[in-house]
Structures are given as structure tokens and as C-alpha cells.
């Protein structure tokens, strides 16, 4: 019968050989670099919004500023202002399921737009891959580029 300081040496051999087994296993599974970051939803899109100067409110989902029946789910309408923009503007937000659905349905949204735009020469849009913001404008400069970089860090790598 071996002696009880044999057993607890034993123990303590195979317990650290199980540490070792599972230490290379569970370093294999991170890779040392930060996942692609997927799409915000909507609280997230108007949280990097909010960080750049612009806020939004009356947001209505659904709102896609026409009948069409393919855009009206992935439709949400707000109101927004800040930085150079003082007054609202409504802004129709079309988020698209991944950026083939983008690619594939990105063309509708102009001609939806004209049943809300009332003069195209101001006709506003930026896209950021799955997402089109779309509404008349003119929007103040710096309200745009709030705006496209927003919707581009919501985006994360796009769908």
C-alpha cells in the first residue's frame, strides 16, 4: 500500500495534468484580437448618435415613408437635431437583415423617397452597410458627418 504522501504527490501530478490539458485548449479558443463587431440595433444606433452631437426622438417603428411592404419592417422614422442642425428633421432608418439584403434592396429606398421628399435637389442619404438613413434635407454639415460616423461605428463590419 503506498504511503500517504505518495497518494497526495499522485493527486497533485494528475491534477496538474489536467490544468496543462486545458490551459493550451482554452488559449486556442481566443485569438488575441477583438470579434467582428456585428450591427448595433436601434438603442445602439442612437447611442453613437447620441455620443456625436445628435439627438433623436418621435421614433416610430414601421415608418417607412411610403407603402412599400418589403421596406416597412425594416423601417424606423425619428426626429432629430443637434451641432449645426437646430430644427427636426425627420430621418426614415431602413436596417437591413445583412449586407446582401442591403446590397439587394438598397435601390427601393430612393424611390420610396419620393413619396416623402419635397424637393430633390435636398434629397439626404448615407448609407453604412446593413443601414440607410434617408430624409430631406439640406442637414447642417456638421449634423451629417455626426450622422455618417454614428451610423458607420453602429455598423460594426457591416452585416
Known amino acids: 500500500m503506498p504511503s500517504r504522501g505518495a497518494v497526495a504527490a499522485a493527486v497533485r501530478v494528475a491534477a496538474l495534468a489536467i490544468v496543462a490539458s486545458l490551459v493550451p485548449a482554452g488559449c486556442g479558443l481566443a485569438s488575441g484580437s477583438p470579434p467582428a463587431a456585428t450591427p448595433a440595433d436601434f438603442p445602439g444606433i442612437t447611442a453613437e448618435l447620441a455620443t456625436r452631437g445628435v439627438s433623436v426622438n418621435h421614433f416610430v417603428s414601421g415608418e417607412a415613408g411610403c407603402p412599400d411592404p418589403v421596406l416597412t419592417p425594416t423601417a424606423i422614422a425619428f426626429d432629430a437635431r443637434g451641432l449645426d ?75
Open 85 to 159: 442642425q437646430a430644427t427636426d428633421v425627420r430621418i426614415f432608418l431602413y436596417i437591413f437583415r445583412n449586407r446582401d439584403v442591403f446590397e439587394r434592396l438598397r435601390s427601393t429606398i430612393d424611390a420610396c423617397a419620393a413619396s416623402f421628399v419635397t424637393d430633390p435637389e435636398t434629397f439626404e442619404s448615407i448609407e453604412a452597410s446593413p443601414y440607410v438613413l434617408a430624409g430631406q434635407g439640406p442637414w447642417g454639415q456638421a449634423f451629417k458627418t455626426a450622422l455618417r460616423a454614428g451610423l458607420e461605428a453602429a455598423a460594426g463590419s457591416g452585416g
